[in-house]
């Protein structure tokens, strides 16, 4: 069975609830995600061959603490970076280190930013110079899954219905979606209930409510969807080595459909991809 609960009455832990938030937590998420969009709006320009994604960790770093803000992952459960940066056969939480991006690379950017206290995540995909068609085609995909799950939001349809968007769209075009991370319930909680698979049945899932708050992050895979964790615990790499790739919104939904909390406000939610018709 799945509760729901007031958020500014429930214990600031993950009790498997799912929390309805009001119009001032909207408003703390809608100041922490576009501190995290704006963020990963100067990495657009940084992100090119010979960089390395220390570096880049290190501009997450200061741009939190020159606009009052924390890096989530920062000490989380021992990680000792302020993002995660996921390069080719990647899947997610790759650890920053000194070796530089190369021509070709495609690497994702993850930032969560606690600003007052709420939680503002999101991941975008940066191609490293000239990247091949496949990559750019994988770059696309994805982006369309994240967009199409999000469209699928709205009070009283399942958090199964934004899987099966982004399964049917990702299968449709010949990749596969990973079944060992999916997004999660946000705010005051960096993760939280609920899970939200990224493949499954409109009819499954806990039914989305309004004021719920959470995230969407497909990882669409060229090749095929089973992932490992390496030694160090916490880099998830595609077993076949296939190219994977990931973008990430967090979300609020609303009366009538949803609001995308961490939308770039320079409109480069795709970087280095050609811009979206219509």
């Known amino acids: 069975m799945v509760n729901y609960i007031d958020a500014a009455t429930a214990p600031l832990k993950n009790t498997g609830a799912i929390r309805l938030y009001g119009p001032e937590a909207f408003d703390g998420m809608r100041k922490a995600s576009q501190l995290t969009a704006r963020c990963l709006d100067e990495l657009a320009s940084m ?4 960089v ?6 290190r501009f997450v770093f200061e741009f939190g603490m020159d606009n009052g803000a924390l890096p989530a992952t920062l000490n989380y459960r021992g990680y000792t970076k302020s993002s995660c940066t996921s390069i080719n ?3 997610c939480h790759g650890i920053p280190n000194d070796k530089p991006l190369r021509e070709g690379d495609i690497v994702n950017i993850d930032v969560t930013y606690v600003l007052d206290g709420w939680h503002g995540d999101s991941s975008r995909m940066y191609p490293v110079g000239e990247i091949k068609r496949a990559a750019e085609r994988l770059l696309e995909v994805t982006y369309e899954c994240l967009m199409r799950g999000i469209a699928a939001v709205r009070p009283g349809a399942r958090t199964g219905a934004i899987g099966e968007a982004i399964q ?6 010949r990749c596969s979606v990973v079944r060992d991370f999916c997004g ?23 039914e989305l409510r309004e004021g719920m708050i959470f995230t969407i992050e497909p990882m669409i895979n060229l090749g095929r969807p089973h992932v490992k964790v390496l030694s160090d615990g916490w880099t998830a790499v595609t077993r076949d080595r296939s190219l994977t790739a990931q973008y990430e919104h967090a979300v609020g939904v609303t009366a009538t459909g949803c609001e995308i909390f961490t939308l770039s ?7 280095g991809l050609p811009p979206l018709r219509g």
């Open 168 to 173: 049917t769209y990702a299968e449709a075009e």
């Open 89 to 91: 056969h990647v899947v």
């Open 184 to 206: 999660h319930g946000i705010g005051r909680l960096f993760h939280d209930s609920p899970n939200i698979l990224h493949y499954g049945r409109a009819d499954e899932g806990p």
């Open 52 to 57: 390395t994604t220390d570096a880049i960790d």
């Open 47 to 50: 992100v090119k061959p010979g």
């Open 265 to 271: 406000p320079a409109g480069i939610d795709r970087p």
